[in-house]
Every structure is written in C-alpha cells, then in structure tokens.
C-alpha cells in the first residue's frame, strides 16, 4: 500500500505541484478574506474615526462609523460577484492561466492599498483594497475548481476536487492565526494584516508560468494535440494514459457538434435541468450550513472540537463545489460556474444581513434552521447526483438523475 502511493507520487509530482500552486491563489485566498477580516475591526473603526478628526475637527458619529466599516465589509462581496460575472467570458477568450495571472496582479495592487492606507491616513484605500481583493477572489474561486478538475486523470479527480475545500480552510484557518493580537493583529501591525494576502498571489504569480494550460483545454478549445500531449506527460509521468487521451478524444468529438451556451440558454435547455438542481442545492448549502455564521461569540456554544469537526465534514460535504467540473462538459463550465459565483456570492452578502437578526431572535437554536437544510440537501444529493468516480465527462452526462451507472447497455460476451 505504502509503496502504492509512493509510485503515484513520483507520478504525478507535476499534477500535485500544479494543484498546490493553484490551490494557494485559488481558494486559499477566499478563506483567509472571510475570517481575517474580522479581528482588526475595532483598530480599523478607530482609524476612521481619527482620520476623519484631523480632516474635519470633529468625530463621526458611531453609527457613520459602523456604517463605513459595515460597507467595508460588504463590498468585497459586491467585488466577488463582479469577478464572477466576468470571469466565464474572459476565460474563454483570454484561457484560465493568463487569468489567473492577471488576477494575481489585482490582488497584489490590493495588498497595496491596504499596507499604506494607514501611512496615507486615508481610510478610502481599505475600501478599494477590499474591493479589489473581491474582484481577485471571484475570478480565482471560479478558476480553481475548474483548472483542478481539468488537470486531473478520473482515477485522481475526487482526490483532487476535494483540495479546493482543503485550501478554503486553511485560509480561513490561516486568517484565524495570524490575526491573532500577538502575530499581526495589533493596532500597530493591522495594515500588514489586511496585505498579508498578496503573498499567495506573488507566489503564485511567480510559479504558474511554469506549468501548462489544461489538457483538455488545449486540446477541446484550442486544437492543438501537440501542447496536449506534452502537457500530459509534464502533470501525469510517462506512465500508459491512453484510455485517458481517449476520452477526452471523445468530449472533443461529442464537443464539435454541440455550442458553448449562455447562461440563460443553460437554465432553459432541458438535457441540464438535473445538473442545474445539483449546481443550486449544493451552492444554497454551502452558504446555509452555518460555516459563515462562526464567529468568535459562538464559543460558548460550541466546543473547539465540535467546531473543528464542523469544518472537516465542511471541507468533505457542501463545500466541494468542484464536483460541477465533473457534470459539466467543457463548454458549458463557464457559464455554470457563472451561476455558480453569483449563487455564492449572493448568499454571502444576503446571509450577512440577515444572520445578526435570526441570532436576536433565536439565539442559538439559530443553528437549528442550518441543521434542517442540511439534510434537506443531504436526501436530496443522495437521491439525485450520480456517482462520478473512475467516470469521464462523457459517462457522466449519460446518466439520469436517480441512477448510479449510465444508461448504456453491455455488450453480451461472446463464447
């Protein structure tokens, strides 16, 4: 066993390398924006108010300043959507590499804004800098889950998909620490907190140049066997990957009699209609489960094990949003994950408003209403997403919703 998965590592060294490189500006960063944020809110509610003192000899008024850090807070969702609504488009015509690359830059002139925001005196800086986070993380959580699917053999892929949850937590797990008052959540160091997210993006800017675009892409979207096999051997070793080849052979052959479509065509054609109910019910339960509700407030509810706990069967269960990558052909990935962004990023900004309410009114047993939907959308998952595992794209799109294998019948053997 151990000599197994030794010989899959020499392997697939590239393949793993790629995915921890995608992974550190992919989801990490997401993560990490989501839970950072949250503890240098009294030093930064103080900074406007002082900054505001000498530009106009007199204080805000504390609701103004809970408005203009609430505003703060909120824009770098509104940043997200605009990121998703843009990416399918720019993907397609620009590839996932270059924009990734180009999302990097955008989030290293944010981490700008935000390291001397302070020595400008300028609390306006820390809006365009969270803004600009929101535009970077929208396209990169879109362009993650999609490069990571498409770079992995159907033997590897669930492993793989499941990194993008992996990355997600540790982000948040990542803010979490070093936002700690004794690392970098001080009144004299919150700054360099807020910009400590241009390091995975200067990482990653750095070392994607040195890996290859997708194979299928390059073979589907760009024609070219020569790039695709080449990227082949670079991500999965020498080894035989033939049955591999051919069946993105046979997307390619099923892809060139079929269109790319819009989002409003994806929502209106009947062949996907089971695909766009798995699509909203696994995104209405990644925003549902409770994950973004957990706060610090909350440990007198809940243990540090329970919570710990929560986050693993988070990182298995609601938030693999990279199985569409896997019941979407690749034509039509970028509008689903179109759908995909602002389903989240929606949520995310529609939960933050109306959370502080339900707690006001229900307290704790508010964690009750994301009990119920969980297995709401567990029944559901179950009775209606097939199984994906060791099946190409191809294999997957032949089954119904209910069934577990494809509708295709076997060949009777020959005696």
């Given at each position: ?10 392997q697939?060294?590239g393949?793993?390398q790629?995915?921890?490189v995608?992974g550190?500006?992919g989801?990490?960063p997401?993560g990490f924006h ?7 809110s009294?030093?930064?509610r103080?900074?406007?108010n002082?900054?505001?003192?000498e530009r106009?000899g ?11 850090w609430?505003?703060?807070?909120s824009?770098?969702?509104?940043g997200g959507?605009?990121?998703s609504?843009?990416?399918?488009y720019?993907?397609?015509k620009?590839?996932?590499?270059k924009c990734q ?5 955008i989030?290293?002139?944010a ?6 925001s302070?020595t400008?005196k ?5 809006l365009?800098?969270?803004f600009l986070?929101g535009?970077g993380?929208?396209?990169?959580l ?7 699917g ?13 990194t ?13 620490v ?5 690392i970098?959540?001080?009144e ?21 140049p040195?890996?290859?675009d997708?194979?299928?892409?390059l073979l589907i979207?760009k024609s070219n066997?020569?790039a ?8 999965w070793?020498?080894?035989d990957h033939q049955?591999?080849?051919d ?13 790319s479509?819009?989002?409003?065509e994806?929502i ?5 209609r089971w ?7 696994v995104?209405?339960t ?8 957990h706060?610090?407030?909350w440990?007198?509810?809940?243990s ?5 706990l929560?986050?693993i069967?988070?990182?298995i269960g609601p938030?693999t949003i990279s199985i569409?990558?896997e019941?979407f052909s690749?034509?039509f ?11 989240n990023?929606m ?21 009750l ?9 567990a029944?559901f998952?179950?009775?209606y997403?097939?199984?994906t595992k060791?099946?190409?794209i191809?294999?997957?799109k ?11 019948i076997?060949e009777?053997?020959?005696h």
């Open positions: 066993m151990d000599h197994c998965v030794f010989s899959l590592q020499v697939f060294q393949l793993f790629m995915i921890l995608l550190i500006g989801s990490f997401y989501i839970s950072v944020i949250n503890y240098p009294v030093h930064i103080k900074f406007i002082e900054t505001w003192i106009n007199s204080p805000l008024h504390p609701e103004t300043i809970m408005l203009l609430s505003f703060i807070v824009v770098y969702g509104i959507l605009l990121g609504l843009c990416c399918g720019l993907t397609t620009y590839r996932k590499k690359m180009c999302t990097n830059l989030m290293l002139v981490a700008l804004f935000m390291a001397f302070k400008a300028s609390f306006e800086m820390i365009v800098g969270r986070y535009i993380t929208g396209f990169s879109n362009i993650h889950p999609q490069y990571v498409e770079i992995s053999p159907k033997k590897l892929r669930g492993f793989t998909n499941s993008v949850a992996v990355f997600l937590t540790l982000g948040k797990l990542t803010g979490q070093i936002g700690l008052r004794e970098l959540g001080s004299a160091l919150w700054p360099w907190l807020l910009a400590s997210s241009g390091l995975s993006a200067l990482v990653q800017l750095v070392t994607l040195f890996f290859p997708s194979p299928s892409y979207q066997e020569e695709f096999r080449k990227a082949i051997r670079k991500l070793g020498e080894g049955a591999e080849i069946d993105i052979m046979k997307e390619k052959a099923a892809m060139a009699s079929a269109k479509l819009r989002v409003l994806i209106k054609e009947r062949s996907l695909q766009l109910y798995i699509l909203m019910t995104m209405t990644l925003q549902l489960c409770g994950i973004n509700a706060q610090f407030f440990m007198h509810y809940f540090v094990i329970l919570i710990f929560f986050v069967f988070y990182g938030s569409m990558v019941i690749q034509s990935r970028p509008s689903a994950f179109l759908i995909v962004g602002c389903i990023w949520g995310l900004f529609v939960l933050g408003m109306i959370f502080p309410l339900i707690v006001d009114n229900l307290g704790p047993l508010c964690f209403i994301f009990l119920g939907i969980l297995a709401l959308s029944i998952i179950y009775l997403l097939p199984e060791g099946k190409s191809m294999e997957i032949q089954m119904k919703p209910g069934k577990k294998v494809p509708d295709t076997p009777k053997k020959k």
